[in-house]
C-alpha cells in the first residue's frame, strides 16, 4: 500500500529520511535523506495508479516538470492524470538528497568523507525511499543517460518489482573513452585550488572554475557536432573580435560565449563535490561487476526492458545501445531518435521521445496485464 | 634551380631565416626561422626531382621520418629516392621555428608579445623559405590535420607553384565543436598559475599541468572511442583500485594512466606557448575568410586537390571531407581510410594511407605531365 500521507502535494519535492545506506565498497552512510517529488493530477486515489519511477540525468533532480517539461503533465507521455510519477534527487547530489554538501551526523559537511559510491549505491538508497513510502510494485523506470543507468540497475537489483523498464541513451558499462572524458572532468576539478581536497564547504570559496572547466568538456560530449556548427559555425561573439592581431580571451568565438554561459549556468545550481562524487559514480558503471560479466548479467535479465538512443551521440553511441538489445535476457524492443543534437536529444527531441515513451507504456500495459506473455 | 648548397642533409634539419613575416591581422614578426628537414636518397641530381612538401600536425616536426616513418624512405609512397622531401616546423611551433619560446629580437623569450597567427600566416612563411631555398614548383603539398589545413591554405594562396594538393582528415573551416574543444583547451593552459599571462620562459616553472589537461581531452578528440574502449575498457590500472570505498586519483582506471603518460610525454616535448598560439590558429582556420565566403573560395581552387578522411573522425567528421569534394574548383578524388581508431588513422593506419598517397601521387604525375588535363 502506497503511504499516500509520506508523499509530498503534486508537483512538489518531499524529503524523506530512507535510513542508513550501506555502499558496495563497504561504507555506511548514516541517516540518509532523498528529495522526492510525486507527480498526480485529478482525483484517481494513489494506491489505484500504477507507479512510475523517473530517474534523472548527472546534474538533473527530481523535478521532473522542470527539465522534461514536455513529457510530464496530464495527457502527456508520463500522464498525471493516470500515473503516479515519482522521481528523487540521486544520493550524492546537492538539490535535496543526501551528498557531499549535507551536514554529517557532526553538523560539519560531508565533504572529503563522503564516500565513492555506484550506481548500484543510487538504487539502493531508492529502494529503501519505495520501502519508505510503501511501493512494492513499479510498473515502469524509465531514465536516461545516468538515470538510464540507474533504471538497468534496477532491474537488476530488484527485479521482483520492476514490471517494465526503459534505459535510454546509456550502455551497459562505462566505456574507457567516457572514463576518459570524466575523469579528465574530475581531475579539472581537483586541480582547482579551491578544491581544498574536497572539503571546502566551510570555507569561503569552491572550485566553481574547475567544474566550469569540467562543464565545457563534458556539453560538448552531450551535444552534437553537426548541431552546434549550425547554431554557431565561426561567428565571433557580439562585439567581440576573435581574429585580432593577439589572442584575447576576453575576444571570443559564439560557441566559446555559449559553453562560458553552460559553465556560469552550472556554477550557480550544482555542486562541485556531488559533480566529483557523481561522475565518479558513471566511472563504476558495469552491470557486469561481481554477477559474471556484463553479457551475463544482461543475460540473466527477466525485467522486460525496451532501449532507446540518439543516432548521433558520441557520449553513449548508438552500438552500445545495440549491444544492450542483442544481449538483455528480456529485450522488448530497440527506439531511435535521429536527431542532429547528440546524447542530449533525450531532452530536446520531445516529439520523438514522446512517441518512445507512449510506446514503451502501451508495452508496459500489456505486460502488467499478462505478465507471463 | 633549388639552392642545393641551402639543403641540410638528407634526414637531417636545418634552421634557415626566411626574413619578417607580416601576419594577416597586421603585426609584423622580425627575422622569422623555419627548421626544415630534407629527404632524399641515392644520386639523382636534387634539382631533377619533384619536390613533396609535408606539412606536419599540431605538435608534430619537420622529421617526417620520426612521425610518419612507414611512409617516407626509399621505395615507400613518399619516395625518398624519387622525390626531394621537405617538411619545416611550422611558424608558432617549438622544434626550430620561431614561436612563442624564441628569442626576441631584445634577446628575452617572445611569450605574450608574440601574435596570434593563422593558417594563412604559417603559409606565408613557408613560402618565404621556399623562395630561400630557390623552389617554385612544388609538385604535390600533402598533410593531415593542422597539415592539411596548411596545404588547403597553399592551394589558394599560392596556387601558381602548387601542382598538386592531398589535405587529409581536415575541414574548409574550424567547425564550432571545434573551436570549442579547442578554446577550451586554451583556457585550462591559461587557467595554469604558471601561465603567467604567456610570460613564464624567463621563470622557474611553466603551465605544463595545464597543457597536460588540455592534451588529454584532446587526445580523446583524436582517438576513435571504439579503439580506446578496446584496448582499456573499465580495466583498472595494474596494481590500483578505481573502485575502493572512496575516490582517489591515485587509484586509476587503465585508461586514465594512458592519458597521464600522453599528457607527461607532450609536457616533455612542447611548448604551452606555441600549444596555445597553433590551437588558436586552428580556431582562425577558415578558407572563406576575405575570399567571398567557404564555398565560393573553395570554387576558385584551380589546384587538383585530392580529399581524404578516416571514418570513425570525431574531430574532423566525414561530412567535412565529402564537403570538400562537393566543393573544391579542381577535385580529383576522395579516399576514405576505414578504422575504429578516429582521427589519428592517418598516423595508424599506415598501410591504408600508403596506398592513398601512392594514388594520390601517380595522379600528381599524370597532372604534372599534362596539366591542362
Request: proline letters at 6%; glycine letters at 10%.
Amino acid at each position: 500500500m502506497v503511504h499516500v500521507d509520506a508523499l509530498p502535494p503534486s508537483g512538489s519535492p518531499s524529503v524523506i529520511s530512507v535510513g542508513d545506506v550501506e555502499t558496495e565498497a563497504g561504507v555506511c552512510i548514516p541517516d540518509v535523506h532523498l528529495c522526492v517529488y510525486a507527480f498526480y493530477d485529478a482525483a484517481t486515489p494513489l494506491n489505484e495508479r500504477p507507479v512510475l519511477l523517473i530517474e534523472h540525468a548527472l546534474t538533473g533532480d527530481g523535478n521532473v516538470a522542470d527539465w522534461w517539461p514536455e513529457m510530464i503533465g496530464p495527457g502527456k507521455p508520463l500522464d498525471t492524470e493516470r500515473f503516479l510519477i515519482l522521481c528523487a534527487n540521486v544520493l550524492g547530489g546537492c538539490q535535496g538528497s543526501t551528498g557531499p554538501s549535507s551536514r554529517h551526523p557532526d553538523g560539519k559537511a560531508w565533504g572529503s568523507r563522503f564516500p565513492a559510491i555506484s550506481i548500484r549505491d543510487t538504487v539502493t538508497a531508492e529502494k529503501a525511499l519505495m520501502d519508505v513510502l510503501g511501493i512494492d510494485r513499479i510498473h515502469a523506470v524509465i531514465g536516461a543517460s545516468m538515470g538510464g543507468a540507474r533504471a538497468l540497475e534496477w532491474t537488476l537489483m530488484y527485479p521482483e518489482i520492476i514490471v517494465s523498464a526503459l534505459p535510454i541513451a546509456v550502455s551497459a558499462r562505462a566505456s574507457a573513452w567516457q572514463i576518459g572524458m570524466q575523469s579528465s572532468q574530475i581531475r579539472f576539478i581537483e586541480a582547482d585550488p579551491h578544491w581544498q581536497g574536497g572539503d571546502y564547504y566551510d570555507s569561503d570559496s569552491s572550485p566553481a572554475e574547475g567544474m566550469g572547466q569540467a562543464r565545457r568538456i563534458a556539453h560538448l560530449t552531450y551535444r552534437g557536432e553537426l548541431e552546434i556548427d549550425e547554431r554557431f559555425g565561426t561567428d565571433p561573439q557580439h562585439n567581440e573580435n576573435p581574429y585580432g592581431p593577439y589572442r584575447s580571451s576576453s575576444e571570443r568565438f559564439a560557441v566559446e560565449s555559449y559553453l562560458d554561459r553552460q559553465a556560469d549556468k552550472l556554477k550557480e545550481r550544482f555542486d562541485a563535490g556531488s559533480y566529483v562524487v557523481l561522475t565518479d559514480a558513471l566511472n563504476r558503471h558495469d552491470v557486469g561487476r561481481g554477477r559474471g560479466g556484463m553479457n551475463a548479467a544482461l543475460a540473466k535479465s527477466t525485467v522486460p526492458t525496451m532501449v532507446a538512443g540518439v543516432d548521433t551521440d558520441i557520449l553513449y553511441p548508438w552500438h552500445q545501445q545495440e549491444h544492450l538489445s542483442r544481449n538483455l535476457g528480456n529485450f522488448v524492443g530497440l527506439s531511435q531518435i535521429t536527431s542532429p543534437t547528440g546524447h542530449d536529444g533525450f531532452l530536446i527531441e520531445t516529439r520523438q521521445m514522446g512517441l518512445i515513451v507512449q510506446k514503451f507504456l502501451r508495452k508496459a500495459d500489456q505486460l502488467a496485464q499478462d505478465p507471463l506473455d
